[in-house]
């Protein structure tokens, strides 16, 4: 099993450019998430699906959208990118939502110019 | 949100055990304590977690404080691939971490 897989591995942007970044999951898990982090700092959420068909904001939405297109993917995209926007985006997987092992892809790093 | 107060970085020499604080005043009688650590450019991966009880794994132990407000995260032996940030995670109704800055544990030869 591949686990969370990611991609692009690194991405380069101009601002206002807009992207999407594809996460997909081989665990049959039914919650994925996304996170950022900026130097120095934790992760912080930008939105979660509990299961299929459904998503929700996190603490930092402003600025994403995100699509749960079937049960294995979880995309997130960026309309307008802003240099804000630079950072390492983590998306992760769990079977349910409540308090279960969240299993993270290897990353994509972002820089808005 | 939930709040976890860990120290910024600590200092262990290989195979040693290490102790890693978090403070957690908050919790409330339904959060789990979760530990995950992230090595140098890799995602986060889980370590343990527990609720009231102390717990172990192969990884590490779990020791809670009797009034959950605090607990400890045990690496028995350290090694070098130990070196990474620890995160202690109060795991929410809804499974919504909240993660903080963490512990930087250097593993010294």
């Known amino acids: 099993n591949a686990g969370v897989t990611q991609t692009p591995k690194f991405q380069v942007l101009k601002t206002g450019q807009s992207m999407t970044l594809q996460c997909a999951q081989d665990?049959?898990?039914?919650?994925m998430y996304w996170y950022r982090q900026d130097p120095g700092m934790g992760l912080r959420l930008i939105y979660y699906?509990?299961?299929?068909?459904?998503?929700d904001k996190g603490e930092v939405p402003n600025g994403y959208n995100v699509s749960r297109l079937n049960k294995r993917e979880f995309s997130l995209r960026l309309e307008s990118a802003a240099p804000s926007q630079t950072s390492v985006y983590f998306c992760?997987?769990?079977?349910?939502?409540?308090?279960?092992?969240?299993?993270f892809g290897p990353g994509t790093r972002l820089l808005v110019l | 949100d939930a709040k976890t107060t860990q120290p910024n970085s600590m200092e262990s020499n290989e195979e040693e055990p290490v102790h890693l604080p978090c403070n957690h005043s908050?919790?409330?009688?339904?959060?789990?304590i979760h530990w995950y650590r992230q090595l140098p450019s890799q995602g986060p991966e889980y370590v343990i977690h527990?609720?009231?009880s102390n717990v172990n794994n192969r990884m590490a132990s779990l020791a809670i404080a009797e009034d959950r407000k605090s607990s400890t995260l045990i690496l028995h032996r350290a090694t070098l691939r130990d070196a990474a940030v620890y995160y202690c995670?109060?795991?929410?109704?809804?499974?919504?971490?909240?993660f903080g800055t963490g512990t930087s544990l250097t593993v010294i030869p």
């Open positions: 992760a997987s769990s079977e349910q939502r409540n308090q279960e092992t969240q299993y």
């Open positions: 665990m049959n898990h039914n919650s």
């Open positions: 699906s509990a299961s299929e068909g459904t998503t």
């Open positions: 908050t919790i409330s009688g339904t959060d789990y």
């Open positions: 527990g609720l009231t």
């Open positions: 995670i109060l795991g929410l109704t809804g499974n919504q971490f909240y």
